[in-house]
């Protein structure tokens, strides 16, 4: 079945500067890969996610890319704040049998946005 | 809004208990799921459903079981509590386009 990995687990930035999270996922016919934040006390928040027929996306401060060869995707965060301070999870799903209905997620990476 | 609604926030059963834990959504969506959320292992798939009355295992089904008799509701059962199964439990349900929304969780503690 597909295998994320997710680094770093900890991350911690200064106020205005740029965050990255780097994902790698097993599975070469996966082919919809999101991100989700989790604040403290809730349940984790689709934020922004691609697909495999694109290479970038971008909202407002937040952008992810995706590189299909080396089967890696990005989540980038400029002009952090404060209260992007949570864990964050990529995940990928499959494209066959279970694995298409299933998404399978990385072991997380908590943000810290120093003031 | 989406919205997926887990029946309690916190949980406390004692050892061999059956447990229910139960989860509500509003958009008619096809697709639901139950994960457990524990530090340093992520969100890992216990069991989903695609369909009424229809359940398939995750990656950790061992000791839960599900049912899903209504569209809207998915329901996680440990028939038997044990306190490794002390964890953060999340309900998702998924667009057609496999876009997740996920429940506020419920923190279940087994004594």
């Known amino acids: 079945g597909e295998n994320v990995e997710q680094h770093p687990s900890t991350l911690s930035v200064q106020e205005g500067d740029s965050a990255v999270i780097k994902c790698t996922y097993s599975?070469?016919?996966?082919?919809?890969f999101p991100w989700y934040k989790q604040e403290l006390g809730k349940g984790p928040q689709l934020i922004i996610d691609?697909?495999?027929?694109?290479g970038e996306k971008k909202d407002q401060r937040i952008a992810v890319t995706l590189n299909k060869t080396a089967k890696h995707f990005s989540l980038h965060i400029t002009e952090t704040q404060p209260e992007d301070s949570a864990v964050y999870f990529c995940?990928?799903?499959?494209?066959?049998?279970?694995?298409?209905?299933?998404?399978?997620f990385g072991k997380g990476t908590k943000l810290s946005v120093i003031p | 809004d989406v919205k997926v609604t887990q029946s309690s926030r916190y949980l406390v059963k004692r050892t061999g208990e059956k447990v229910f834990l139960e989860c509500v959504q509003d958009?008619?969506?096809?697709?639901m799921f139950w994960y457990r959320q524990d530090p340093g292992l992520g969100l890992r798939l216990i069991y989903f459903?695609?369909?009424?009355?229809?359940?398939e295992k995750g990656d950790i089904p061992e000791g839960y079981s599900v049912s899903r008799e209504k569209k809207e509701r998915f329901s996680l059962i440990l028939e038997s509590a044990s306190t490794n199964q002390t964890s953060m439990y999340l309900c998702?349900?998924?667009?057609?386009?496999?876009?997740?929304?996920f429940g506020q969780g419920t923190r279940l503690t087994v004594v």
């Open positions: 995940a990928a799903k499959g494209d066959s049998g279970a694995g298409s209905y299933q998404l399978t």
């Open positions: 691609i697909r495999s027929n694109v």
């Open positions: 958009m008619d969506h096809e697709n």
């Open positions: 599975d070469s016919a996966s082919n919809y």
């Open positions: 459903s695609y369909d009424v009355k229809m359940k």
């Open positions: 998702a349900s998924t667009t057609d386009r496999q876009e997740a929304f």
